[in-house]
């Protein structure tokens, strides 16, 4: 059983600035964006171990390393926050292969309309549905559906389905999980376990099976499985 409908566009924010990365994070997802936020290269090398994002907008000095290099080595599409002035830094970075550029301090309409533009030049856009089986997740609209049903889920719940589901089927740690579904830095390991809990609850009252489609991969995490969904 597979989703019927491409996954919404994943978007990885780098920013050493914990403030404007929440910042950042809050406004994309409005989007129906799937983003994650983390504050160095090496956190976002970490989480991207499996897939790359779709698009990444980073700051463009981070410690040991750079935007540019960061894009490189994730291979995907590029936006650069710069605190530089002038024109010469900006031609610069999109000589050496940014896809864009904003210069600080930026506006949040401003770099959420670039985001859409590149995705969709890039041919990803935004997608409106995830069907998996019976159950369908509509992003705008943030709502959950079961055999055209709907399901009742709390913000935290739905930002958690949604991360389990990008894909189905693949293993999130509890790390992966908090820096896709929570703000930065709130939550912790046992708030991932907690909501997993009332997830799976709310699902398995649906009707969507035993554990909610949900499964416990022993010192990994948690995947969606598509085994357990009914047809």
Request: proline fraction near 7%.
């Amino acid at each position: 059983m597979q989703a019927t409908t491409p996954s919404p566009s994943k978007v990885l924010v780098v920013e050493p600035h914990p403030t404007l990365r929440t910042v950042l994070v809050q406004r994309l997802r409005q989007d129906g964006h799937l983003t994650a936020a983390v504050g160095s290269a090496e956190e976002a090398v970490e989480l991207c171990r499996d897939q790359s994002p779709d698009l990444l907008v980073s700051a463009e000095l981070l410690e040991k390393s750079s935007a540019l290099r960061l894009a490189q080595r994730l291979g995907c599409s590029l936006i650069v926050l710069t605190a530089r002035s002038g024109v010469e830094p900006v031609v610069g970075l999109l000589d050496e292969g940014a896809d864009d550029v904003l210069r600080k301090p930026f506006g949040l309409e401003e770099l959420a309309a670039r985001c859409r533009t590149l995705l969709k030049r890039g041919r990803i856009g935004l997608q409106e549905r995830v069907a998996v089986g019976p159950l369908e997740v509509h992003l705008l609209l943030r709502q959950v559906t079961l055999s055209e049903k709907p399901v009742e889920l709390s913000p935290r719940e739905f930002a958690l389905l949604c991360a389990l589901l990008m894909p189905p089927g693949m293993v999130r740690s509890r790390q992966e999980l908090l820096r896709m579904a929570w703000p930065p830095f709130s939550g912790g390991p046992r708030s991932v376990d907690t909501q997993v809990l009332t997830l799976r609850r709310k699902l398995e009252q649906a009707g969507l099976g035993e554990g909610g489609g949900i499964t416990t991969v022993r010192q990994q995490g948690y995947r969606f499985s598509l085994d357990t969904l009914p047809g």
